[in-house]
């Protein structure tokens, strides 16, 4: 049982920061795989927000790039995003993915508001 368990989400003001983490657990992700992050406004479709791959540079959808770093620490089977200049728009459940095993994290919950 592999598990991916996300936190570091909340309540932030506009142009502030939050730091998300993605904690695989139960198992073994390895450094060789792709990680994500995606979000889900509500009542929106859940949308790819950024990849990480070993051996290649991080990339990101043009809605955060410049704003949102991917990062991930192979020793702790742990996936970042560094989340900087949040806008409302920005505010959604914040899911991570290990891509090619297909699974998801339960997501963690992102507001951006004054």
């Known amino acids: 049982q592999v598990r991916l368990v996300e936190s570091g989400g909340g309540l932030v003001q506009p142009g502030g920061s939050l730091r998300l983490s993605c904690v695989a657990s139960?198992?073994?992700?390895?450094?060789?795989?792709?990680m994500a992050w995606y979000r889900q406004a509500p009542g929106k479709q859940r949308e790819w927000v950024a990849t990480i791959a070993p051996g290649r540079s991080p990339r990101y959808a043009d809605p955060v790039n410049g704003r949102f770093t991917i990062s991930r620490d192979n020793t702790k089977h742990t996936v970042f995003l560094q989340m900087n200049s949040l806008k409302p728009e920005d505010t959604g459940v914040y899911f991570c993915?290990?891509?090619?095993?297909?699974?998801w994290g339960q997501g963690t919950q992102v507001t951006v508001s004054a």
């Open positions: 993915k290990a891509i090619e095993h297909n699974l």
């Open positions: 139960g198992g073994f992700i390895s450094s060789f795989d792709a």
